[in-house]
């Protein structure tokens, strides 16, 4: 099973990029699957995630309004839209599924599968 993601980069602040991440091994398409950022010596955050069908989101109060979290199962693919970009939003940003969106939520997240980072980069 892997997790690719893509789509990180450079942008200036009020900016736009759009993160990609594409499963394989199996099939995904009854698992949440999640987004989190870190930045060194902070703890991993779940800033996204969405439940198995789309249904249910959830968004970290930094990123409400400005990210959208979206998938298609018929690509075993997550997105994650992030529109006026801010310079505190620099971060590793990493892909995860789990069984349920609760667990990705939680203090402690229940991942099943992490993906390889990708490096966001805002510049002020």
């Known amino acids: 099973v892997q997790l690719q993601a893509s789509g990180g980069g450079l942008v200036q602040a009020g900016g736009s990029l759009r993160l990609s991440c594409a499963a394989s091994?199996?099939?995904?398409?009854?698992?949440?699957m999640g987004w989190f950022r870190q930045t060194p010596g902070k703890e991993r955050e779940c800033a996204a995630a969405?439940?198995?069908?789309?249904?249910?989101?959830y968004y970290a109060d930094s990123v409400q309004g400005r990210f959208t979290i979206s998938r298609d199962n018929t690509k075993n693919t997550v997105y994650l839209q992030m529109d006026s970009l801010k310079p505190e939003d620099t971060a590793v940003y990493y892909c995860a599924t789990s069984g349920r969106l609760e667990r990705l939520r939680l203090p402690t997240p229940q991942v099943d599968y992490w993906g390889k980072g990708t490096q966001v980069t805002v510049s002020s």
């Open positions: 969405i439940s198995w069908n789309g249904g249910i989101t």
């Open positions: 091994g199996r099939a995904f398409s009854r698992d949440a």
